[in-house]
């Protein structure tokens, strides 16, 4: 007769042993979860590619709206010239050769033409500026010819000229200062030649020639390096919004992208960002150079201080290392040198990585301290700070999201792994004691008839195997995109059928079941929480209030699920009824019940009616 019943008790190690492997391997999908979130990210970083080359042509549309402003005020410019230009005609008549008439007429003519032109500039849509080298080609034409109807490189009409300088560099930048400079001087000189036979005679009255040729050509100079810087700068800008840093994936730090971003809008080969977290006991170094980026974790003091206390939320100017030649941003565009003897930079920091020349901006995002080196840029100018000013400000963002990303993941695997204890609790190791219980009242059967012994054996075994069946189906569920067959229906009377009589069989108790309605389907989630509660209250009614009966009533109409289950055990030691809020201040009651009911949005009650103890839980129909 033992012989039987040892083989039975190794098949139920057995199966233990199956549902202790079981419950190992759930306690590890926070890996799956996280891989499928990585997944998801990468399809929402796809979709925003996608969107930023969408909008690459209304960025080509935005580099001409500064042409389009500027052609407005040449315009306005250009009237007023036409205008004064026909006042000093007439107040100065002395200086006009020819015959007045036509010279009159002229400018009457250019008057119209400029104030024509204003009207269509001022009345087209912003989209695209057309016919300005033609305008322009015009100017130059019109100025030409009044100076040579006049008094050459005497003319009052040389107010035209630096007009003309002045719209070529607001429309072509330096190299429109240059061609219509260097076409200005050509003009000057021709006039003058002209004019005089001896452009450089010194018995001749050269004064007002060589003055204005002088004037034509600083002011070309200086222009064409307005115009240089003008693009310069406009060539950022447009680095700095033509691409955005990509999004952080996973856990990883977005270091690889941050200065892959930084290095694309300043021009640079290296760049170095250094950053420490509070949370965390080392630093990171990232060294990004020539298209490859290396990350490196170092001790928290590997560097020092990497600057000096005073400037350690500074941006910093750096243009020689070796003879501390550094200058700091105060705010406002204001700048300071450095002064002290102490070097501005740690030692150790430039050494490591040879320093020389570099653009520095501290940021810092919670307990984050970061600092970023734009290392060796072409040309150091101010105006490097206030753009690595903006990229920092990027950067930030992006170690904003990263830190969330993190927060979101933990909590996240934190949620899971909570679930998943609740799940195990609520089912494998309630059956499992139900199991024990079985399994130590057959300890004085050992006079028993062999039959009695068998049946009862073999109905642990079955109620096991049951379980381990639902335990492999619960495991599945983890699986990404089929949690508990959310979207499938079934049968709430059968479900609920299938449950008494398992849990008659694991507790040996009476166990009542009763529906209103009785036919009525379910989302799978929702009969799975509503048969893990059910299993709970039950279980809790057995071990702890050594219940011998146990009445299960679930309501359901349009708005709410109300699952009763009564048991005719000891109870709680309530004498009125607590509701949920009470429950959850003083952490009152079953916590799995508590758990389960609050993650569904519903509440729990416990309540003492006659003999009988009251869990009522009450969940807002799914819509």
């Known amino acids: 007769m033992w012989n039987g019943s040892a083989n039975i008790s190794a098949s139920i190690e057995a199966a233990l042993r199956g549902c202790t492997t079981a419950i190992l391997r759930t306690f590890n999908l926070s890996d799956r979860l996280r891989a499928e979130y990585g997944r998801a990210h990468e399809r929402m970083r796809s979709d925003r590619h996608a969107n930023e080359r969408d909008l690459l042509p209304g960025r080509m549309v935005w580099t001409n709206t500064f042409r389009a402003r500027s052609d407005k005020v040449i315009a306005i410019g250009r009237i007023m010239l036409a205008a004064g230009s026909i006042w000093i005609a007439w107040l100065d008549s002395v200086h006009v050769p020819l015959p007045p008439e036509p010279m009159y007429a002229l400018l009457v003519a250019y008057f119209c033409y400029a104030v024509i032109v204003a009207i269509l500039s001022w009345r087209t849509e912003i989209s695209r500026v057309r016919g300005t080298f033609v305008r322009h080609v015009i100017d130059i034409v019109a100025f030409a010819a009044f100076m040579s109807m006049t008094d050459g490189t005497s003319s009052p009409f040389f107010v035209l000229m630096p007009f003309t300088l002045l719209s070529a560099t607001l429309h072509w930048r330096w190299r429109g200062a240059f061609w219509s400079g260097l076409t200005c001087l050509l003009i000057l000189l021709y006039l003058g030649y002209f004019d005089t036979r001896d452009l450089f005679d010194p018995d001749a009255d050269t004064t007002t020639n060589v003055s204005r040729l002088l004037f034509i050509f600083v002011a ?26 990509a999004l952080p994936q996973g856990r990883e730090w977005p270091a690889a992208a941050a200065l892959e971003y930084a290095a694309h809008v300043m021009l640079v080969k290296r760049a170095l960002l250094i950053w420490s977290d509070g949370e965390e006991p080392w630093t990171y170094v990232a060294l990004w150079e020539n298209g490859v980026c290396k990350v490196t974790q170092m001790a928290p003091d590997a560097f020092g201080t990497w600057t000096d206390k005073t400037l350690h939320q500074r941006s910093l100017l750096i243009s020689d290392t070796t003879r501390n030649r550094v200058l700091i941003h105060k705010g406002d565009g204001r700048f300071d040198s450095w002064t002290d003897e102490r070097p501005p930079l740690s030692p150790a920091l430039v050494d490591a990585f040879s320093l020389t020349s570099a653009v520095s901006v501290h940021f810092e995002v919670g307990d984050l301290q970061a600092r970023l080196f734009l290392l060796e840029p072409p040309a150091l100018t101010l105006d490097d700070v206030a753009i690595t000013e903006i990229i920092a400000d990027r950067i930030k963002a992006l170690f904003e999201q990263a830190m969330l990303v993190r927060r979101l993941s933990d909590e996240a695997a934190v949620e899971e792994r909570i679930r998943i204890g609740r799940d195990l609790h609520d089912g494998v190791l309630q059956t499992l004691a139900g199991t024990a219980l079985q399994l130590q009242s057959l300890r004085p059967m050992g006079q028993e008839p062999p039959d009695d012994l068998e049946e009862r054996l073999t109905a642990i075994q079955s109620m096991l195997l049951d379980e381990q069946r639902e335990l492999r189906t619960f495991i599945r569920a983890l699986e ?3 949690e508990h067959g959310n979207a499938a229906e079934a ?67 349009k708005e709410a699920i109300v699952l ?51 869990v009522m839980i009450m969940l807002p129909m799914p819509r």
């Open 480 to 482: 990404p995109g089929r």
């Open 564 to 614: 009763t289950v009564d048991d005719d055990g000891v109870g709680f030691g309530f004498g009125d009824r607590v509701e949920h809020a009470e429950l959850e201040h003083k952490k009152m009651g079953p916590r799995s019940l508590r758990e389960r009911t609050a993650a569904r949005g519903g509440k729990l009650a416990i309540d003492r009616i006659a003999e009988w103890t009251r």
């Open 491 to 557: 049968q709430l009377e059968h479900q609920f059928a299938e449950l008494a009589d398992r849990l008659m069989l694991q507790w040996q108790i009476d166990v009542d079941v009763a529906l209103d309605p009785a036919k009525v389907r379910l989302p799978m989630s929702l009969i799975y929480e509503l048969t893990r509660m059910t299993s709970e209250a039950t279980a809790n009614a057995v071990r702890h209030g050594h219940a011998q009966k146990v009445r299960i009533r679930l309501r359901t109409d």
């Open 220 to 245: 070309a100079v200086l222009l064409i390096w307005l115009g240089a810087h003008q693009e310069a700068v406009r060539a950022e800008l447009l680095r700095l919004v033509q691409r955005t840093p």
